[in-house]
């Protein structure tokens, strides 16, 4: 009587593919999650602005100004305090940012991501 031998585990081959996986979902993660912190700091900038008293009826040039400071103090590198847009109508202000951010992933591959933030404050 013969006693089957059934094998148990993954192969190296198996092994190579569950590691190549992991490394290519974790490169992906080290590329992209710096992207989204800073994007939550430009989020907190762009909120915080809200609570700063007359920013509404201040001019462009200095809520640009105080943008760059913010953006500064939060060490955002890679956006531009010029991307702000400021719209008023009806006694409201529109604070906006529209930026993308490319990001090199390997070989001939980028990740691309694009951001939008808008804030309304009153104007005065």
């Given at each position: 009587m013969?006693?089957?031998?059934?094998?148990?585990?993954?192969?190296?081959?198996?092994w190579?593919?569950?590691?190549g996986?992991?490394?290519f979902?974790?490169?992906?993660?080290?590329?992209?999650?710096?992207?989204?912190?800073?994007?939550s700091?430009?989020?907190?900038v762009?909120e915080?602005?809200?609570?700063?008293?007359?920013?509404?009826?201040?001019?462009r040039?200095?809520?640009?100004?105080?943008v760059?400071?913010?953006?500064?103090?939060?060490?955002?590198?890679?956006?531009?305090?010029k991307?702000?847009?400021?719209?008023?109508?009806?006694?409201i202000?529109?604070?906006?940012?529209?930026?993308?951010?490319?990001?090199?992933?390997?070989?001939?591959?980028?990740?691309?991501?694009?951001?939008?933030k808008e804030i309304?404050?009153?104007?005065?």
């Amino acid at each position: 009587m013969r006693k089957w031998h059934h094998q148990r585990g993954m192969t190296a081959i198996g092994w190579l593919l569950v590691l190549g996986l992991i490394a290519f979902f974790t490169l992906i993660t080290l590329r992209l999650v710096p992207i989204y912190l800073e994007y939550s700091k430009v989020v907190s900038v762009l909120e915080s602005l809200a609570n700063e008293p007359g920013i509404g009826a201040k001019p462009r040039s200095e809520i640009i100004k105080l943008v760059n400071k913010r953006f500064d103090i939060n060490d955002v590198r890679k956006v531009s305090p010029k991307l702000v847009k400021l719209s008023k109508d009806k006694g409201i202000t529109r604070i906006s940012i529209d930026y993308e951010r490319r990001e090199h992933l390997m070989a001939n591959l980028d990740v691309v991501a694009s951001f939008s933030k808008e804030i309304e404050v009153p104007s005065r």
